[in-house]
């Protein structure tokens, strides 16, 4: 059996190069992306944008280990691949902006996500310096945006490589300890969302904070984050970093615990609402 024909074991590759796994007796679901590079994918809200995933190809890595995860459960998906190298990430990002240089489209961002979280990557300043370079060679007009778990902030190599990308989106659900541990469950026993939000501070203007609302339950227990229990304290928090901008957003696909729910479009206007009359600007996702 080749490489390829073991990764898709029980999963279905899609015409985007990401495979989907569906199998609910495993309860191995979640959506794996190809490394280093793929798409592009055309969305309406960020228009082309060109993937750059710095985790392994067949697997998952992720400092959080989210119950809503779209690529599953860390522990339903262990890599058995490496990590790209900084050299195998540069040139297969500098081959395809040369291919879209040549055949189109022209990317309006070039997106750091997909198999878990960049910045666990060793190499992820060096990695952003490169990709800066490659985009201003190529087209100076793209952006750069990183979607990040904000585990990794605290690390002044991770904090000064984000200070310079356009879009330094930094997940912030709630600041309930126990809600964390139990919906976005950090690896290390250390993290600290006081931490996290005063790094956050430093910041300021030069993030975009990003926020799950959810309901439904896990494991039998409430995971709603849409009531004031949550949202009064998550909103002191946002006027106490003053991000540029705030994104929230609700469960979009199949999520790997299975009774989770989305959060009404009334929920997260509301919640968006209170953000704006910060006078921070506030995008909703439904
Ligand atoms: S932080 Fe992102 S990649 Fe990591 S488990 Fe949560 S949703 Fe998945």
């Not at 490489?3 to 309860?27: L, P, V």
């Not at 100076?140 to 984000?162: G, H, Q, Y």
């Not at 990308?165 to 997940?171: E, F, P, R």
């Amino acid at each position: 059996m080749s490489k390829d024909e073991e990764i898709t074991k029980n999963g279905q590759r899609r015409q985007d190069g990401t495979i989907a796994y569906s199998s609910e007796t495993e309860g191995k679901r979640g959506i794996i992306f190809p490394s280093p590079i793929f798409g592009p994918v055309h969305s309406r809200r960020l228009g082309v944008s060109l993937g750059v995933n710095l985790l392994p190809g067949d697997g998952k890595v992720c400092s959080f280990d989210c119950i809503y995860c779209e690529c599953g459960y860390n522990k339903s998906f262990p890599p058995h691949q490496k990590l790209p190298t900084r050299t195998e990430v540069r040139q297969a990002l500098r081959a395809k902006l040369q291919e879209m240089k040549a055949v189109g489209p022209n990317p309006d961002v070039i997106t750091f996500a997909g198999n878990g979280e960049p910045t666990v990557h060793p190499r992820f300043a060096d990695i952003i310096h490169d990709t800066i370079a490659l985009r201003d060679e190529f087209f100076p007009e793209a952006k750069i945006s990183v979607l990040c778990n904000s585990t990794r902030i605290l690390r002044e190599d991770v904090f000064n490589a984000l200070l310079k990308v356009d879009n330094n989106i930094l997940k912030l659900d709630t600041i309930d300890m126990d809600y964390i541990r139990m919906v976005d469950r950090p690896l290390s026993p250390r993290f600290s969302v006081e931490k996290i939000i005063e790094r956050m501070m430093e910041f300021g203007n030069r993030c975009i904070v990003q926020t799950m609302f959810l309901k439904g339950t896990h494991n039998g227990r409430d995971v709603s984050n849409v009531s004031d229990k949550f949202v009064l304290p998550w909103i002191d928090a946002i006027q106490r970093i003053q991000p540029s901008e705030v994104m929230i957003y609700t469960i979009d696909r199949t999520t790997p615990s299975p009774l989770l729910e989305k959060a009404t479009p009334a929920e997260l206007d509301n919640i968006a609402d209170r953000v704006q009359s910060l006078g921070i600007p506030c995008q909703v996702s439904y």
